[in-house]
Antibody
Framework: EVQLVETGGGLIQPGGSLRLSCAAS????????MTWVRQAPGEGLEWVSV???????FYADSVKGRFTISRDNSKNTLHLQMDSLRAEDTAVYYC?????????????WGQGTLVTVSS | DIQMTQSPSSLSASVGDRVTITCRAS??????LAWYQQKPGKVPNLLVY???TLQSGVPSRFSGSGSGTAFTLTISSLQPEDVATYYC?????????FGPGTKVDIK
């Protein structure tokens, strides 16, 4: 079964760091475009970051320089290292996989992990 | 960056009604437009990509159209299970911006 499972969310103080993980099964993360999308409480969807190919990465301006996306191919896992966290980073973070050959559209999503940035 | 807008922000319609949601891009994005459905408390679900290609398994009452800067998602006959928020997403280039969403409920 094709599946994504996120872990690593929690309560963190402003300025702190957190590392999210997204374990994939049923497919290989290195063969797909993998992305992170977040959703603040009661708000809409916000694209955060993408990784594909050897290690091509892109970030939304709101997280550039603070977040780092990466893959561990040996563990078939996607990561999001989040540093210098702010209150406005509070959100459910989803990892998602693109449809091969269709561009950056996402057919498989994880269940999400909640990150709360608060003192 | 290209901005995405959606209208209306919410709508209420009767079961069986035809419902149309509009998404506009501030610049042309060819047909690199996707639509997602997010039911309350659930994960987003891909409905349409390439502006008009229905994702496998999506009911045929859903359809998408448009190109360039104006796009529509149509539900030909609204069903109770279609209560959700619908988002458009551009994917011609980074950032892969989502629209603000359109909340659909039953009258």
């Amino acid at each position: 079964e094709v599946q994504l499972v996120e872990t690593g969310g929690g309560l963190i103080q402003p300025g702190g760091s957190l590392r999210l993980s997204c374990a994939a099964s049923g497919f290989t993360v290195s063969s797909n475009y993998m992305t992170w999308v977040r959703q603040a409480p009661g708000e809409g969807l916000e694209w955060v970051s993408v990784i594909y190919g050897e290690s091509t990465t892109f970030y939304a301006d709101s997280v550039k320089g603070r977040f780092t996306i990466s893959r561990d191919n040996s563990k078939n896992t996607l990561h999001l290292q989040m540093d210098s966290l702010r209150a406005e980073d509070t959100a459910v973070y989803y990892c998602a996989r693109n449809i091969a050959g269709a561009g950056m559209v996402f057919d498989i999503w994880g269940q999400g992990t909640l990150v709360t940035v608060s003192s | 960056d290209i901005q995405m807008t959606q209208s209306p922000s919410s709508l209420s319609a009767s079961v069986g009604d035809r419902v149309t949601i509009t998404c506009r891009a501030s610049q042309g994005i060819r047909n690199y437009l996707a639509w997602y459905q997010q039911k309350p408390g659930k994960v987003p679900n891909l409905l349409v990509y390439g502006a008009s290609t229905l994702q496998s398994g999506v009911p045929s009452r859903f359809s998408g159209s448009g190109s360039g800067t104006a796009f529509t998602l149509t539900i030909s006959s609204l069903q109770p299970e279609d209560v959700a928020t619908y988002y458009c997403q551009k994917y011609d280039s980074v950032p892969y911006t989502f629209g603000p969403g359109t909340k659909v409920d039953i009258k």
